[in-house]
């Protein structure tokens, strides 16, 4: 598969040039004469210079003006969360390359982290898990398949399981496996433990006043890795 971004960056210039203009066409319906602003989200710790690869190529693909804004700050907008009062909110964003985590108080990011251990990492554990222990070769896809239907960070009060089919990488043939929440739980282990120690540094950075609202208002969970 081809991808236009990895780990939160761009991975292939023209590849995300071609995605956004699809984005553009596919909201105007085909209207190439329309010049859009467009906003895009992009992991906190980017570069200078990744910045403006990502601003060049939305520009290159038809934008008029281009805007932007950080994930965890875009995260706590469509979660309808209060930014602008000030109050803490904490926002832990997941995405497929990058984790965002966020304290936004009074319309702007107290504190921020940014590590590229994500979906796509928690992705590949999986497949690598699976290879390893049972001698089973499986794809990306389907170790998300695996991650969305049985995954778990915790002990469930009944563990959940599933069928996997994937090559016997002895024999070459095709086979399947029954896989178990706590398998996945264990393949993901050590990067989940990368999220918790990000999260754990940004609490201890939090001011005491903001503090006490995380802890009355509790943390916003989002993203789609």
């Not at 699809?22 to 602003?37: A, D, G, M, N």
């Not at 469509?78 to 995405?95: C, F």
């Not at 706590?182 to 918790?196: N, P, S």
């Amino acid at each position: 598969a081809i991808r236009p971004m990895k780990d939160g960056v761009i991975a292939d210039f023209d590849m995300t040039e071609k995605m956004i203009r699809y984005f553009i066409e596919k909201t105007h319906r085909r209207k190439s004469f329309l010049r859009p602003r467009i906003i895009i989200s992009v992991p906190y710790g980017l570069t200078q210079v990744e910045r403006k690869a990502v601003r060049e190529s939305a520009l290159s693909a038809g934008a008029r003006e281009v805007f932007l804004i950080e994930e965890p700050m875009a995260a706590a907008i469509g979660a309808s969360l209060p930014i602008q009062e000030p109050k803490g909110n904490l926002v832990v964003d997941i995405g497929g390359g990058t984790t965002e985590i966020g304290v936004i108080s009074l319309g702007g990011l107290v504190i921020s982290k940014s590590i590229r251990t994500a979906g796509d990492k928690l992705d590949m554990s999986i497949v690598n898990y699976v290879k390893e222990k049972y001698n089973l070769i499986i794809g990306e896809r389907t170790g998300e398949e695996i991650k969305i239907t049985i995954g778990s960070a915790i002990q469930l009060p009944k563990e959940l399981s599933m069928v996997v089919k994937g090559r016997d990488q002895v024999s070459g043939l095709l086979s399947r496996i029954e896989l178990t929440s706590e398998d996945v739980r264990e393949a993901m282990r050590e990067y989940l433990k990368e999220i918790a120690d990000a999260l754990k540094m940004v609490l201890e950075m939090m001011p005491p006043d903001l503090a006490s609202d995380i802890v009355e208002n509790g943390v916003v969970l989002t993203g789609g890795g």
